[in-house]
């Protein structure tokens, strides 16, 4: 069974960091695009970043790009999203999930985690 686990959530003053990690299990990281997604209360789920495990290639939503990084451990089965210059708007819950192509559009994602909550303080 292919299973996501999220962690590394909290809450941070504005201008913090946090690194949230996606464990994966029952699935390798090959020829899959792994996304991270949130969702704030009334808001539909947004794409935040997403990773390429074939090529590398990474992809951003335009609110986080230049402050979010994605990366992966395959050795590890994770992958890590790096969040630095945090904003009060940024608080959400994060999942992660994985996709047959590389894309942003939350719909053709599947597998999603339980998520883990990140509050951002003003």
């Known amino acids: 069974e292919v299973q996501f686990v999220e962690s590394g959530g909290g809450l941070v003053q504005a201008g913090g960091s946090l690194r949230l990690s996606c464990a994966a299990s029952?699935?390798?990281?090959?020829?899959?695009?792994i996304g991270w997604f949130r969702q704030a209360p009334g808001k539909e789920r947004e794409g935040v970043a997403c990773?390429?495990?074939?090529?590398?290639?990474?992809y951003y939503g335009d609110s986080v790009n230049g402050r979010f990084t994605i990366s992966s451990d395959n050795a590890k089965n994770t992958v890590y999203l790096q969040m630095n210059s945090l904003k009060p708007e940024d608080t959400a819950v994060y999942y992660c999930?994985?996709?047959?192509?590389?894309?942003?559009?939350?719909?053709?994602?599947?597998?999603w985690g339980q998520g883990t909550q990140v509050t951002v303080s003003s």
């Open positions: 999930a994985v996709a047959p192509r590389t894309t942003m559009k939350f719909w053709e994602y599947d597998n």
């Open positions: 029952g699935f390798t990281f090959d020829d899959y695009a």
């Open positions: 990773l390429s495990s074939s090529d590398q290639n990474t």
